[in-house]
């Protein structure tokens, strides 16, 4: 159970703003909220994490819902290269060793 | 960011016989690896938790006669696919944690490119 949920595959065209939604509403104090993506016959890449707080680094945004029980990853300017399928994955701070959970994540289709 | 590494990318095996994946920790040292396979069109799927220094456990539906994990040190990991069959054929990916930096930075998971297992 990968206790978040996500649309199945959305697009975007080449150089615009990308916004993928995540539901994780019964999230718990202690969970971080991961982004991971795929790109075809590849394993999965970090992209980004956060607890609270929005955060920033050079791949993408995340922004996190005052209640925590959603998240949205922001690509700011879309490449094609930036085609993969993106997960939104639950981590809990304190379980160290951790596995993560992947649900089937959003394809993200970029359009030139 | 850490490296994980994994050998083969690519396999081809016979059926029937034994393929051995490698999964290297290169710059960090990994107490638990994780084992996931990925058939096609499908999300990543755990097989089995690998720990250094003791015996792996399996996730429920996973034969670990079948799936052989070795944690001998804490940069290796190895899955070996014990005579394998046609259906055994997928995408397997291992992931080394990373680590827990401090008490308000979770372990983060670095993952392995993937094997391709081709079973004929």
């Known amino acids: 159970d990968a206790k978040t949920t996500q649309p199945n595959s959305m697009e975007s065209n080449e150089e615009e703003p990308v916004h993928l939604p995540c539901n994780h509403s019964t999230i718990s104090g202690t969970d971080y909220i991961h982004w991971y993506r795929q790109l075809p016959s590849q394993g999965p890449e970090y992209v980004i994490h956060?607890?609270?707080s929005n955060v920033n680094n050079r791949m993408a945004s995340l922004a996190i819902a005052e209640d925590r029980k959603s998240s949205t990853l922001i690509l700011h300017r879309a490449t094609l290269r930036d085609a993969a399928v993106y997960y939104c994955?639950?981590?809990?701070?304190?379980?160290?060793?951790?596995?993560?959970?992947f649900g089937p994540g959003t394809r993200l289709s970029v359009l030139p | 960011g850490a490296v994980v590494s994994q050998h083969p990318s690519r396999v081809i095996c016979k059926s029937g016989t034994s393929v051995k994946i490698e999964c290297r920790s290169l710059d960090f040292q990994a107490t638990t690896m994780f084992w996931y396979r990925q058939f096609p069109k499908q999300s990543l799927m755990l097989m089995a938790t690998?720990?250094?220094?003791?015996?792996?456990?399996?996730e429920q539906g996973v034969e670990k006669d079948k799936f052989l994990i070795n944690h001998a040190s804490l940069t290796l990991s190895t899955l070996t696919v014990t005579s394998a069959h046609p259906e055994d054929s997928s995408f397997y990916i291992c992931?080394?944690?990373?680590?827990?930096?401090?008490?308000?930075?979770?372990?983060?998971?670095?993952f392995g490119q993937g094997t391709r297992l081709t079973v004929v």
């Open positions: 992931s080394a944690e990373g680590g827990q930096i401090s008490w308000y930075r979770p372990a983060e998971a670095f």
């Open positions: 956060g607890l609270t």
């Open positions: 690998s720990n250094e220094g003791s015996k792996a456990t399996y």
């Open positions: 994955i639950r981590g809990d701070r304190d379980n160290y060793g951790q596995n993560f959970v």
